[in-house]
Nanobody
Framework: QVQLVESGGGLVQAGGSLRLSCAAS????????MGWGRQAPGKQRRELVA????????NYADSVKGRFTISRDNAKNTVYLQMNSLKPEDTAVYYC?????????WGQGTQVTVSS
């Protein structure tokens, strides 16, 4: 089993920054992809905003390119999301996820609220 614990969410004014962290524990394999998704209020779909492979290759949703940066520390099985120039539309619950050996696991989520 895999456990994911997010931290770092909160309330910030538009234009501000936040850094999210997610620590993975349990059966973590060397080859995996970690990432962050978000679900905005009233939306049913969870949007995948950023991913990073174990080798450090990254991908971003168009909505966050140039503002968010994903990184990871393989020794700590931890993934980070640095969010800059935050906008009210970034308000959402942010979920950490890991995909390995054909299975995907999600964390419980952390709330990010951006006030205008």
């Amino acid at each position: 089993q895999v456990q994911l614990v997010e931290s770092g969410g909160g309330l910030v004014q538009a234009g501000g920054s936040l850094r999210l962290s997610c620590a993975a524990s349990g059966s973590i394999f060397s080859f995996n992809i970690m990432g962050w998704g978000r679900q905005a209020p009233g939306k049913q779909r969870r949007e995948l905003v950023a991913t990073i492979t174990d080798a450090g290759s990254t991908n971003y949703a168009d909505s966050v390119k140039g503002r968010f940066t994903i990184s990871r520390d393989n020794a700590k099985n931890t993934v980070y999301l640095q969010m800059n120039s935050l906008k009210p539309e970034d308000t959402a619950v942010y979920y950490c996820r890991i995909t390995q050996r054909g299975s995907t696991y999600w964390g419980q989520g952390t709330q990010v609220t951006v006030s205008s």
